[in-house]
């Protein structure tokens, strides 16, 4: 046993010996690292001083104002980095070199004297092991396996049957092998090659070396962001009292230097150029839409406005008319919006859905005229379906919709409840044409027109501020009444027309009579035209008057001019037929003047006992449009009516008389039932079709436009061989105030008081219960519920 003692004391040295050795050679390994690290950081701390002498280059040369400034600014400066990319290249290639882990390890090992020389320890053990008693050393290895130095390394063989490299010191070099690609110069300048602003400065360096040779659209100039600012800023400075032509000199001037610098590019490059249009405004739009076109930009809306917009996906638009009236009501604003249905479902390109107002039981028996009712929706739409086919004698394919509505007593009119824009699915909200687009908004609390729909046309029926100055300090409500419908105009609307020059100015409005007469009509005005040509009396009755018996319906004035002219009249017999609120202070005003007027029933225009009359009487000025003036027409008649801007579009029918004063009327009157009429000519008779009404609408709404635009909402144009898409690029200036007007109105008719301030219905603002019983709706709490604590 002694002879094995003393090997294994002999041995518990030699490992002890080892231990020592390992601690220094794992010290000298972290000290060398820690060397290795100091200078990986040095040499970091370098290249980030190099990248700020570099920024500093490139932001002194960015500052530069003109071309050959810049040039002879900055050629001290190329030529350092001229200079200096041959020893960078040459850097990077001895760095990257397959050697560079044995130089760095050469270079950088100070205390490499602390390895230690396996070899040697293990000679020193087998010296000292020889020493001893060689039977117990053969004992010692009997019982215990051999300690090979190897093997305490972590050493082993691979397949090839060679010595792999011992852990440690394999992720030792792999440390060294991410230092060398990290020390790299690709590495260390990739990110700043790589980076976006470098590449865009690349770019104008090189548009600003050869300006001649590029194809990119040439940046905007300041006098043509001055153009542009001058004509977004239209409606401002219109308030300032700058006047619309001022504006546009200046955008013409400011236009007409860049104008001409891009001619004379295009004619010296033999290319074409979009300055082809004589229109200066069309010119800067197409211009900054081409700029925003070559640098990817795509407006997407602005800070107003929503997106989800009806994309037609069928091949067809879908066109809602929404309107403040509904049969059995023979107002205007009930019969034209269906005739326009009827005739715009004509065409193949879009599906109609006509919207009308639904009434409760107890509203109809105050609207609709002899005590007719519905019990539901479907029974007024068979109502009005039946009464549409016996006049235009063909089966219009449209939908007919109904909102909730009540009738206000004090404005004898019908207030929409809740927001009429939900009865109009997101799916068919592509165009909507708002028949009294002031009316409908006034106490409008819901989703924008403008932002469900793509295109929103308002057609405004009815003089109101004509009606309110009429009434109790008329004066004052029309002043409010007159900027409230600027308002909402404004801010629902994307194209008004007003159908004669009686209403008052709207913004984005234009004058267009886009209403027609009932094709009835003009088969009756052809009967009598074939009865007088075959020699028969055509005209057995004399004059007579058709109209809502309330005052402002030309009531007033007709009374009036009988009753200064009664004498002169003698023998005049006067026929009128009308039902209305104020039916019994007309008639008992006429009994009081010893007045010749036999009051009559109202009765529809085409009534078989009305062909017989020749002249018909109109002297209100409260109209826009008379439909009946333009129905007498359409019959042969001869037609009475003041010197109005509402009767201007009839004025070049040869059976008009106008007159200007009460004389004048009294020689007018005299003169129609001393002659006859003369019949209509063929172009007469069209223009007075809803043919040629719905024309003109197409026309002047610019409908014609947007059906044809497959994209909806975009308006196009060609420069050079490409679309460009300007009303997409361009985002506006009255957009964002117009999206600012109809929030602000948002924001009003959302507090009850205030609607109650300015005459709204109570309870208006949310249709109530019967109406969700009738129209088969969900209770507003759960249609727009509101969360609270």
């Known amino acids: 046993m002694d002879g094995v003692a003393q090997p294994s004391t002999s041995t518990n040295k030699a490992f002890s010996f080892i231990s020592k050795g390992w601690r220094e050679v794992r010290d000298s390994a972290d000290a060398d690292l820690q060397l290795m690290r100091a200078r990986a950081n040095s040499f970091k701390n370098l290249a980030n001083s190099f990248d700020r002498e570099l920024e500093n280059f490139l932001n002194s040369a960015s500052t530069s104002f003109s071309v050959q400034s810049f040039r002879s600014s900055t050629s001290t400066e190329l030529d350092f980095v001229k200079k200096l990319q041959p020893k960078i290249s040459e850097f990077r290639r001895v760095y990257s070199a397959p050697e560079i882990s044995k130089k760095v390890l050469e270079k950088w090992r100070p205390r490499a004297k602390l390895g230690i020389d396996l070899s040697a320890i293990r000679n020193a053990i087998v010296a000292e092991v020889d020493d001893g008693d060689r039977d117990g050393i053969v004992e010692f290895r009997r019982r215990r396996k051999p300690v090979r130095f190897r093997e305490f390394w972590g050493e082993w063989k691979d397949e090839g049957g060679q010595f792999e490299e011992w852990e440690p010191i394999r992720a030792f070099k792999r440390r060294l092998r991410e230092l060398e690609r990290k020390s790299e110069s690709v590495e260390i ?196 379906r039946n009464w549409l086919e016996d006049r235009v004698g063909f089966k219009a394919d449209f939908k007919i919709s109904f909102y909730p509505g009540k009738f206000s007593k004090a404005r004898r009119s019908i207030i929409p409840a809740g927001d009429t824009s939900q009865f109009i699915p997101s799916k068919d909200a592509d165009i909507a044409i708002l028949e009294e687009p002031e009316h409908l908004n006034w106490y409008h609390h819901g989703k924008r027109w403008t932002d469900k729909f793509n295109h929103v046309v308002g057609v405004v029926h009815t003089n109101y501020l004509e009606y309110i100055k009429r009434e109790r300090n008329g004066a004052l409500q029309a002043f409010f009444v007159k900027h409230i419908n600027n308002w909402v105009t404004r801010a629902y609307c994307h194209k008004v027309l007003r159908l004669s020059a009686a209403t008052q100015n709207l913004p984005k409005s234009v004058i267009c009579n886009v209403h027609g007469v009932n094709p009835k009509f003009l088969k009756i005005g052809e009967k009598i035209a074939v009865e007088r040509e075959l020699g028969q009396p055509a005209f057995s009755k004399g004059a007579y008057f058709l109209g809502k018996m309330v005052w402002a319906k030309g009531y007033r004035e007709l009374i009036d001019l009988l009753a200064k002219h009664k004498n002169e009249l003698d023998g005049f017999n006067l026929d009128v037929f009308g039902n209305g609120e104020d039916a019994h202070e007309v008639q008992i005003a006429a009994k009081r003047l010893d007045l010749k007027v036999n009051f009559l029933k109202g009765r529809d225009h085409a009534d078989d006992s009305l062909h017989g009359y020749k002249v018909f009487i109109n002297p209100s000025v409260s109209d826009v449009l008379c439909t009946a003036t333009a129905e007498a027409l359409a019959m042969g008649k001869f037609v009475i009516c003041a010197d109005h801007p509402s009767n201007e579009f009839f004025r070049s029918f040869p059976n008009c008389l106008t007159y200007k004063t009460s004389e004048d009327f009294v020689a007018k009157v005299k003169e129609a039932l001393a002659n006859e009429p003369q019949p209509l000519t063929p172009e007469q008779r069209y223009n007075l079709s809803w043919e040629a009404a719905t024309e003109r609408f197409m026309q002047y709404s610019e409908l014609d436009k ?42 009003l008719t959302g507090n009850e008081f205030l609607r109650l301030c300015t005459g709204a219905i109570p309870g208006t603002r949310d249709y109530d219960k019967q109406h969700c019983k009738d129209l088969h709706l969900l209770p507003p709490q759960v249609e727009n519920p509101i969360y609270g604590w």
């Open 189 to 384: 300048f990739g990110g700043f090659k790589n980076n976006e602003f470098v590449e865009k400065l690349k770019a104008s360096l090189k548009a600003i070396r050869e300006p001649q040779d590029s194809k990119e659209v040439p940046p905007l100039d300041v006098p043509e962001l001055l153009a542009y600012f001058v004509r977004q800023s239209g409606p401002f400075l219109d308030q300032l009292g700058v006047r619309r032509d001022i504006c546009d000199k200046i955008v013409e001037s400011l236009c007409s230097k860049r104008k001409n610098q891009f001619l004379l590019r295009s004619l010296s490059a033999g290319e074409s150029t979009f300055f082809d249009n004589e229109n200066v405004n069309d010119e800067l739009d197409l211009r900054i839409a081409s700029v925003l076109q070559s640098t990817g930009h795509r407006y997407e809306g602005g800070f107003w406005t929503d997106l989800s917009k009806h994309n037609p996906s069928d091949g067809k638009r879908h066109v809602a008319i929404v309107t403040t009236a509904s049969l059995p009501w023979m107002t205007g604003t009930a019969v034209n919006p269906l005739f326009r249905a009827a005739y715009l479902s004509k065409s193949e390109k879009q599906k109609v859905t006509l919207l009308v107002p639904w009434l409760c039981k107890s509203d109809q028996e105050l609207v609709y005229p002899n005590n007719l009712t519905f019990s539901s929706p479907e029974e007024q739409e068979n109502y009005i």
């Open 706 to 747: 947007v059906l044809n635009d497959d994209n909806g909402n975009t308006t196009f144009s060609k420069t050079n061989g490409k679309s460009i898409a300007k009303a997409v690029s361009l985002p506006k200036m009255s957009e964002v105030v117009d999206g600012g007007l109809a929030f602000a109105h948002y924001c």
